[in-house]
């Protein structure tokens, strides 16, 4: 949780993202900064996020974002 | 036919009842919106005709009803955008000097910040002014006095300085431009449109216009859809949309997500694109998973309207060949200058795009300087005043009689004597599998050419050497750089100035 948490503190600087849960109807994350997310976690995570992936509700909360990565990585083993 | 609403008042009486635009929110007809309009329009009647009126609402079906508001005044209209910085819209407000603002609740506070306390009486609320009885005498004694070279919008450009312009259009260029795209393309009521440019944007003109002309439907689709691509192409076949004119960002979206193979658009048949250089890797994309589609690849500024230049893809291309921009559209004449600007182009030779016919604007709002440094007397008649619009674009006539653009005036650069086209390099490292997207930028103090790209690879020596194979030795760039997202601006184009701000320091 922490690299994700790094990396959400890097593509979108000065949120507390712990405990949130609308992340994307907020407005805290847009179109472009998912898009950079994605990127991001595609590299730190060696994953390959789907286009399937990309629904609003993978995105929403720390927590949903990092249970997307973890299906990838369990597929991957 | 001297006036564009007489297509909308046309289309209301022939479908009354048929959806004519969709927003988020809400559908309206026809009927209903000729009739919002007219209703809006009486609270314009104090203001006088032929003056600016600024509309301050978002994307959606009431900024429609608010246009054709200000036209039915015998004003013409300037859509705002709202979410662009409000230093930008100042410097625009004061270019424009509105006799009126247009407004709704959503925006009221905006509104009266721009316009400050003096100016109060300038807003017109929608959700009030819809209210109004319409006052028939008052349109009629307007439409009797409206000729079709009266402005119908001013639209802001952003220039090459970062100051916005305001290109002044007419309803004669509306009606010539819509008249040859709707016939070009063969739009009818069966035409259903999934619109992705802003209003504030010439693109949005074609399908706007086309839709009032022709009876057809015009669903904007909502921004965050080109985020969550598998959601836009669900919307495209639940609105049955049928046609799309799209900037190839757009396009590219889709190809660089490879949606197609987790979902199908069902019911498009013609794809048109503008506004950018149409990299062929996406436009292959599209036609391996949508073959039968018709695609074109239409050319031109907001000062010829939109257009003054388009291609039916008819053949196959390589990933890595550039697209044509194919022939003059019927009823307006494209050409190239010679770089002196006083001979036409010879076959094969490079030249500037001029303009000549009724898709010409008038020029630049309260810009006059600006307005003669590109609309010019057309050098190849001494004879008599005759007009031309100066494109700024580089194109050479192809062996079978295409224009094939090059670049930007501007975006060709010298280096050691040789003449280098930054779209060449562009094109180049676009090209290359896994590269989503590519800018290519010269930074001029430094004499150096950068390569800035979006992908999934990660070693940048690997793109540079791809990109070095493809182009001649002296357009080898001195740097590639890897971000995470490349930046788009407004209209959803590759936002080249904050490229250039950032890595180029200009």
Partial sequence: MEELLQILRKVKPGVDFEGKTDLFESGVLDSMTIVMLAAEINDEFDIDIQVTDIVPENFNSAESILAMIRRHQEEDD | MKNILEYLEHTAENHPDKIGFTDEQRDVTFFELMQNAQRIAGSLARIGCRKPVAVLIDRNVRCIEAMFAAVYAGNFYVVIDVHSPETRIHSILETLHPAAIITDNEWLPLAKKLAGASFAEMIILYEDAVLREINRDHLMRIRGQMIDTDPLYVLFTSGSSGMPKGTVLSHRSVISYTTWVSEQFEFGADTVFGSQTPLYFSMSVTDLFSTIKCGSTYHMIPKTYFTFPIKLVEFLNERKINTIYWVPSALAIVS???????????????????????????????????????????????????????????????????????????????????????????????????????????????????????????????????????????????????????????????????????????????????????????????????????????????????????????????????????????????????????????
């Fill in chain 2, 256 to 506: 660089n997500w490879n949606v197609f193979d987790f979902a199908r658009p069902e019911h498009l048949q013609k794809i048109l694109f503008a506004g950018e250089v149409m990299p062929v890797k996406h436009l292959n994309y599209w036609r391996r998973y949508l073959p039968d589609c018709l695609y074109a690849n239409l050319f031109g500024p907001t000062e010829t309207t939109d257009i003054c230049s388009f291609y039916v893809v008819d053949r196959n291309f390589a990933d890595s060949d550039s697209l044509p921009i194919g022939r003059a559209c019927d009823n307006c004449d494209t050409f190239l200058l010679t770089e002196e600007g006083i001979r036409a182009s010879r076959a094969g030779e490079e030249g500037e795009i001029v303009v000549r016919g009724s898709f010409l604007a008038d020029g630049y709002y309260n810009e006059p300087e600006k307005t003669a440094a590109v609309f010019t007397q057309n050098p190849l008649n001494t004879a008599f005043p005759e007009r031309i619009y100066r494109t700024g674009d580089l194109a050479r006539l192809n062996e079978k009689g295409e224009f094939i653009y090059i670049s930007r005036k501007d975006f060709q650069i010298k280096r050691m004597g040789y003449r280098i086209e930054l779209g060449e390099i562009e094109a180049a490292a676009g090209s290359i599998e896994k590269v989503k997207s590519a800018a290519a930028l010269y930074d001029a103090d430094a004499g150096r050419i950068l390569v800035i790209y979006e992908g999934s690879i990660k070693d940048t020596d690997e793109v540079l050497q791809q990109t070095a194979d493809k182009v001649p030795p002296y357009m080898r760039p001195d740097e590639v750089i890897r971000i995470k997202q490349m930046p788009y601006n407004a209209n959803g184009k590759i936002d080249r100035q904050r490229l250039l701000k950032e890595y180029c320091g200009a």
